[in-house]
């Protein structure tokens, strides 16, 4: 499953984010990984959940994005959650050139991930839900 965490640049996103992945790793059995683009927020996070700074694996397109989410999941196998924040920029995809066709490609790609490997993420995205397609719409928990 793949949840979207939506608004524009210092509506609040990465607290709600935090505030989840917080409550969430209390009450499930499995490993929780919260991506971002440094390592600004480490104490914030609960100390079973673990972080990774996307900004030091020069992952430099959406494709290698994907196919580093991947690689996480490869080693872990009891990897149940993974949050992510700044989801356009450590997926490197341009806030100002992003098109709705091509994140819910990106998207879909994600959902086909969790699926097969039963892993559920959360992602926070700076746009308005207004900007998302109809499907983008469906996946939203929290608009600001």
């Known amino acids: 499953m793949v949840q979207l ?20 790793v209390k009450d499930i059995a499995g490993n929780v990984v919260y991506l971002d683009k440094s390592t600004k927020h480490m104490f914030e ?58 994140l819910g490609a990106v998207i879909g790609k994600l959902e086909a991930v969790s699926s097969k490997f039963n892993v559920d993420f959360v992602l926070s995205i700076s746009l308005d839900a207004h900007e998302l397609s109809e499907e983008l719409k469906s996946k939203v928990i929290v608009s600001l």
């Open 5 to 24: 965490i939506v608004g524009r640049k210092g509506k609040g996103k990465t607290k709600h984010l935090l505030d989840k992945v917080n409550t969430e």
């Open 45 to 102: 996070l609960n100390n079973r959940i673990r972080l990774i700074n996307v900004s030091d694996y020069m992952v430099a397109n959406s494709d290698e994005f994907i196919g580093f989410i991947c690689g996480i999941i490869s080693q872990d196998h009891d990897l149940q959650q993974m949050y992510f924040d700044s989801f356009l920029k450590i997926a490197c995809m341009d806030e100002s050139t992003t098109d709705s066709e091509k």
